[in-house]
């Protein structure tokens, strides 16, 4: 019997990025099923598909074509089918306005995408084990970005 894996999903237009953040998990040899879609537009069709399975966390690119990632967020945050899926920003931006703007549309966390391979299996790591009931209770600006 196969345990229950964490499921994560990825949608991020840069298949370097995807294939950086796949390959950080192959290497923390966690318990995870990692998908991936190259777009917003995409991934919100796949949610949309009545076999779409909800992951545990969505890692979400603010910056994608079709669709970008704070359209997907403020869908995402109208359908209570999705209130229990943890949603991180993950970005290239470090923007004050992107940070504030995606707090309050309801992401649970902001990640500033990392420059190194080891940083990113850290920050995954410490996303992957967030007792995300507890993190969204306590919600505010001072622990919405995550900084390494």
């Known amino acids: 019997m196969q345990e229950n894996k964490i499921h994560i999903i990825l949608a991020d237009d840069d ?3 995807r294939m950086f953040f796949t390959e ?3 290497e923390l040899k966690m318990n995870t099923q990692v998908d991936t879609f190259d777009d917003g537009a995409y991934l919100m069709d796949y949610f949309n598909s009545e076999d779409a399975k909800i992951p545990s966390v969505l890692f979400l690119d603010l910056n994608m074509p079709r669709k970008n990632g704070m359209e997907c967020l403020r869908e995402l945050k109208q359908n209570k089918k999705f209130d229990n899926m ?11 306005e992107d940070i504030e ?3 309050v549309e309801g992401a649970n966390i902001y990640i500033k995408k990392p420059n190194d391979f080891n940083a990113l299996k850290k920050v995954l790591s410490n996303v992957v084990t967030i007792n995300w009931q507890y993190h969204s ?12």
């Not at 943890?86 to 004050?96: D, G, H």
């Not at 209770?137 to 390494?148: A, P, S, V």
């Open 15 to 17: 298949a370097d990025d």
């Open 24 to 26: 950080a998990f192959d």
């Open 86 to 96: 943890a949603i991180a920003i993950y970005s290239t931006s470090a923007s004050e």
């Open 101 to 103: 703007n995606t707090f």
């Open 137 to 148: 209770n306590g919600l505010n600006k001072d622990n919405f970005l995550m900084r390494l």
